[in-house]
């Protein structure tokens, strides 16, 4: 038997080591500078040719995946590292420090990141028939998983539309996208997917908790009357709040507040007005009197000590924070 499992075992890494090869070559030939790019709706590619300083964000449902180096996630107290034989799935919108450990001009970090959209998620449930979890378990935010050869596959033939023909890819995209959260919900994580795409449970509230404390971050926290809009005793909203975030609702304000209303931690040079190839628009400079529209300004960067990388502008749906170094 154990002969017979020898030849098996040795072409399931082998596919896999092709697999990440592949990976690494169809990412580094989208994107060929260091920085960010969305070559597809719901797809980000990154690129570092060094490793990083801690860099704060706002996380979303997705699911990542690095193709070369390795990179670690801070989440309160817990942290998360994960690299080519990991993936890593986020469900909520929560503050993070992230930092690429492992990268270099030779062999650069090359990641992507695919976010899961619910509505698909449940899609995808319903059509696979997946049963809707039972009972209201809260489920971490963040968690790390190995990835196998079948995940990792379709992961190389989504990036892989990126260099299909247009009507090629137009028709197969969606066909793959489906099946990576296929995977993913008959995957070690399938229960943490299932619990945020079924309305109702206690992960969903935590989200319903989550978007109103983004919202009204600079507004006195008032424990008592979110819990009971969702239904909940003040202590059971404490307990789920920090089983699904790792921090309780004071922390997660502050650090909201952090994001929004940056201290200055070292000052850039932002040159206006022309954005950088990314797409991202370019932050308007705040003018005074006797000053030229357009000329470059000294800024403060928000997001770890000598950056020395302007501060530009995500889209609406971005964090903002510095080009190149956001992502999974």
């Not at 989208?30 to 590619?45: F, M, N, Q, S, Y």
């Not at 993936?87 to 090359?110: C, D, F, H």
């Not at 299909?164 to 997917?193: H, K, M, S």
Request: proline letters at 9%; a positive charge.
């Amino acid at each position: 038997m154990e002969l017979m499992d020898h030849p098996a075992s040795k072409r399931g890494a082998r596919r896999m080591q092709d697999g990440r090869e592949e990976l690494v070559e169809r990412i580094a030939r989208a994107i060929r500078e260091d920085g960010a790019v969305v070559p597809l709706e719901g797809l980000r590619l990154n690129r570092s040719s060094s490793p990083t300083g801690p860099v704060h964000s706002v996380s979303r449902p997705s699911f990542c995946v690095i193709a070369q180096g390795s990179k670690e996630v801070l989440l309160g107290a817990d942290r998360y590292r994960y690299d080519p034989s990991r993936y890593l799935i986020a469900i909520a919108e929560l503050p993070v420090v992230g930092q690429i450990t492992e990268a270099s001009k030779e062999r650069p970090y090359l990641s992507l990141r695919f976010d899961l959209d619910p509505a698909l998620v449940g899609s995808v449930m319903v059509e696979a028939g997946h049963p809707e979890p039972q009972g209201h378990t809260a489920v971490r935010a963040f968690e790390v998983s190995p990835l196998d050869a079948g995940l990792l596959d379709a992961v190389v033939r989504l990036v892989g539309l990126l260099d299909a023909p247009a009507e090629e890819a137009r028709f197969l995209r969606p066909l793959v996208t489906r099946e990576i959260v296929f995977r993913l919900l008959a995957g070690e994580q399938g229960d943490r997917l299932r619990q945020i795409a079924v309305l109702g449970g206690h992960s969903h509230r935590i989200a319903r908790a989550l978007e109103r404390l983004r919202k009204d971050f600079d507004q006195p926290l008032r424990i008592e009357e979110i819990a009971r809009e969702l239904g909940m005793s003040v202590s059971g909203f404490h307990h789920h709040f920090r089983a699904v975030t790792a921090m309780s609702p004071l922390q997660f304000q502050k650090r909201m507040r952090l994001q929004e209303r940056p201290v200055v931690s070292c000052s850039v040079r932002i040159s206006t007005p022309r954005a950088p190839a990314t797409g991202w628009a370019t932050p308007t400079p705040r003018t005074s009197p006797g000053s030229t529209r357009g000329s470059s300004e000294r800024r403060p960067c928000a997001m770890w000590n000598g950056c020395g990388k302007p501060l530009w502008k995500a889209p609406p749906s971005e964090p903002l924070s510095c080009p190149g170094l956001r992502g999974p």
